[in-house]
């Protein structure tokens, strides 16, 4: 399995240099939603992961609207070919319910199937649908023949439909297995001449942990929902490519390492105009008392190299400092000692990048500053889903001001 990692991070690295120009210069397609693409973790999904003659119904909610768009399907991660019969979507309404005469199938170079090799991702045609800015949009894979191990997104908080055989818009999905997993989704675009997109790199703060399932109330969700209710923001895609348990250089996280999958994951996104870079906290949290003075330097050269990757493509930066983990498993006197001098670091960079998102000063308490605020916290490492709305609107802020 190793090797084949290997192999898959070599692939990636030769191919995305000669696509990252395109994706951010822009051929005019913008990102409204995307997620990391990771392997399976068997103690995560531990049952069979074969969706091989299954219909599977995924629900996303997207960022901003349009009349076209087009998704990517990934099967970067697997060793097998994904076959796919067919792909419908529609305006989702209540659970795993939608708009059936809203249905709209896919096709791929004009064909309704594809076949997507080992270690590829393929893009549909463009589609005419009238996208709606934060609405929930439902995916149905007809899948034929599908990998044992397949390319996913484990954190997905929002639950997907898995039925035997071949749906059509009008089967009802009542009755369907569920798994709060995505399979092979990757990313939505929408065909606008204007608009741009926020790209996050993050963990499971970013990804999540600890929201409501099914309520899309991670911080980039409400970041998003801050921009076009309250800014009147409508033409900035935000797109969350936070991973649980990712690290930034230390090995033995989920999916790969933030510096290593960077170019993969930001600067591929179509009409990237900002990257937000907020990560470091599971790299505090492995490293021993003997590395901290190494892992600290290691993480500072590896946000060194993703800004100036990003700004060498004239890309705003923000970055955001680490916020407190008093009373979780990772604190100790040495790793809080590392998240404040990484911390000093990150806001050092005020003149250098485009802004600070102060995740830190706005998380932790006045009285415990080592803590989250309680009202704020769901496990003293992950902020709960008030903690999470107030960093999505205190970021739509700093964005703002940052115009």
Request: net charge positive.
């Amino acid at each position: 399995m190793k090797r084949f990692v290997g192999l898959i991070l070599f692939f990636i690295a030769v191919t995305t240099h000669a696509q990252i120009e395109g994706a951010v210069t822009g051929n005019h397609w913008v990102g409204t939603w995307a997620t990391a693409q990771q392997p399976v973790v068997r103690s995560f999904m531990p049952y069979n992961n074969n969706m091989s003659g299954r219909s599977v119904r995924q629900i996303v909610k997207v960022s901003i609207g349009g009349k076209q768009l087009r998704l990517e399907l990934s099967n970067e991660l697997s060793r097998e070919p994904l076959v796919i019969r067919s792909v419908y979507i529609a305006h989702a309404t209540d659970s795993c319910a939608i708009e059936p005469s809203s249905a709209k199938y896919l096709k791929f170079n004009g064909n309704y199937n594809t076949v997507i090799p080992a270690g590829k991702s393929r893009f549909s045609d463009a589609l005419t649908f009238e996208l709606q800015p934060l609405e929930r949009l439902a995916i149905t894979i007809n899948y034929d023949k599908a990998p044992r191990i397949p390319t996913v997104h484990m954190g997905s908080r929002t639950t997907s439909y898995i039925l035997r055989g071949v749906s059509t818009p009008k089967t009802s999905f009542d009755k369907a297995f569920r798994e709060d997993h995505w399979f092979n989704i990757s990313a939505i675009d929408v065909f606008d001449l204007t608009a741009k997109s926020i790209a996050i790199i993050g963990n499971s703060i970013t990804d999540g942990k600890n929201s409501t399932n099914n309520a899309q109330n991670r911080w980039p969700d409400i970041l998003s929902e801050s921009l076009q209710k309250k800014h009147g923001v409508t033409d900035v895609g935000i797109l969350n490519l936070g991973i649980g348990n990712n690290r930034v250089t230390l090995t033995g996280g989920f999916g790969f390492m933030a510096r290593k999958r960077f170019d993969h994951d930001i600067l591929l996104q179509r009409g990237v105009r900002t990257v937000v870079i907020f990560e470091g906290v599971n790299d505090i949290g492995a490293t021993p008392n003997n590395k901290v003075e190494t892992v600290t330097n290691d993480l500072i050269q590896s946000y060194e190299e993703m800004i100036r990757k990003a700004k060498e493509r004239n890309l705003r930066v923000f970055l955001g400092t680490i916020s407190p983990f008093k009373g979780a498993g990772y604190y100790s006197v040495s790793h809080e000692a590392m998240r404040q001098k990484l911390n000093q670091w990150i806001r050092s960079q005020r003149e250098k990048v485009d802004g600070i998102l102060d995740f830190d000063e706005l998380l932790r308490d006045p009285n415990e500053p080592e803590q989250l605020q309680k009202q704020w916290q769901s496990d003293w490492l992950h902020p709960n889903p008030e903690g999470y709305r107030a960093m999505g609107e205190y970021a739509a802020e700093v964005i703002m001001k940052a115009k």
